[in-house]
């Protein structure tokens, strides 16, 4: 039995797709615990261009695993995964601290109207249309929980995000089909926790709550992986 068990979990394929700002370095820590429990673990690498680029990058690591797999975003990954999440080799969403977007609606949209109170990012205005985090507020908006030297190295790497990668809507919504998983951080500065919940609750997802910042998934990797590895048992 327990045979059977390893042998489902070494078949079952995990896509962890990142957010803006940053690659897919960060999801180093979830990957190596994955990997370590038998899991066949891919890294989307995404230019975070448009929303369409994304997506077609996206689809095509998930074309290429043998079987079903649990398609997994953070922060504007949870857009990508919402719209390339329609295919049908994906069995369940799991969304870490990030956007859920309904039909019709993008980043731009989401964040367009904050509530009161809720923390501003520290984005700078966009340059040849790309957009940048202040680096010199990067640890506190984005991984206040971070280590201090990998903060460093996140803010001096970061990817430039394209607005047009901002305004990208989704068409259809996959979470109304697919059973999803939804990790709140607490302590977010980037997507304010009640938001958060609020579209975590529309989803209809499974929600944990896990006390971190925006870069939960690099601070507490550990968390992040048992959210995951709880979306891949379900299908066994």
Excluded: C
Excluded at 4 to 20: D, E, F, P, R, T
Excluded at 88 to 94: A, I, N, Q, T, Y
Excluded at 181 to 188: C, K, M, S
């Amino acid at each position: 039995m327990n045979t059977q068990k390893s042998n489902q979990q070494k078949s079952k394929a995990i896509v962890l797709v990142h957010g803006g700002f940053v690659d897919g370095s960060g999801w180093a820590g979830v990957y190596k615990i994955l990997k370590n429990k038998g899991y066949n673990v891919l890294v989307v690498q995404n230019p975070t261009k448009t929303l369409a680029d994304d997506v077609a990058t996206t689809k095509a690591a998930i074309e290429s695993v043998d079987g079903d797999a649990v398609l997994v975003g953070h922060s504007y990954g949870g857009v990508v995964i919402t719209e390339a999440g329609t295919h049908p080799k994906v069995s369940s969403l799991v969304y870490i601290t990030a956007f859920a977007p309904d039909k019709g609606e993008s980043v731009a949209s989401l964040i367009a109207n904050p509530p009161p109170g809720a923390p501003v990012p520290p984005i700078s205005p966009p340059k040849d249309g790309y957009l940048f985090l202040d680096r010199t507020k990067f640890a506190a908006s984005f991984a206040a929980d971070v280590e201090a030297d990998t903060v460093s190295f996140m803010a001096d790497s970061q990817v430039p995000w394209g607005v047009d990668a901002l305004s990208g809507a989704v068409t259809e919504p996959a979470w109304r089909t697919k059973p999803s998983y939804y990790l709140v951080a607490t302590e977010d500065k980037m997507i304010p926790p009640p938001a958060q919940r609020a579209m975590a609750g529309r989803a209809k997802a499974q929600v944990t709550e896990v006390p971190g910042s925006h870069a939960i998934y690099v601070s507490k990797p550990a968390e992040i992986a048992k959210l995951i590895q709880q979306a891949a048992d379900a299908r066994a």
